[in-house]
């Protein structure tokens, strides 16, 4: 059973940056791809990025490069910078863990293990 948790999130000017943490415990963390998600409410949870365990990347179009996505396996962290913020990107971002297919790997539903999320709130 993997544990994860999210911090970082916070209220930032548009423009601005953020970096979100997720820690991981619980769990062989090596073996899962750490992937961020992110919702609004009244909206379907949007793929964010994904970083696979062997440090293959993946990113929604929509972030126009702003986003990336790193991992420390020392630490079992997962790192999303956000960078260039506007106010759509307002948000809970959640941190997710598992094993998909590449095809797949923009669904939620092929992350076994959530955190609880945190929030980013992009003013303008």
């Known amino acids: 059973q993997v544990q994860l948790e999210e911090s970082g999130g916070a209220l930032v000017q548009a423009g601005g940056s953020l970096t979100l943490s997720c820690a991981a415990s619980?769990?062989?963390?090596?073996?899962?791809?750490m992937a961020w998600f992110r919702q609004v409410p009244g909206k379907e949870r949007e793929f964010v990025a994904c970083?696979?365990?062997?440090?293959?990347?993946w990113y929604a179009n929509s972030m126009n490069g702003r986003f990336t996505s790193s991992r420390d396996d020392a630490k079992n962290t997962v790192d999303l910078q956000l960078n260039s913020l506007k106010p759509e990107d307002t948000a809970v971002y959640y941190c997710a863990a598992g094993r998909p297919i590449v095809s797949a790997l923009t669904s939620p539903a092929s992350y076994d293990y959530w955190g609880q999320g945190t929030q980013v709130t992009v003013s303008s």
């Open positions: 970083i696979r365990s062997d440090g293959a990347t």
């Open positions: 619980g769990g062989p963390f090596r073996s899962y791809a």
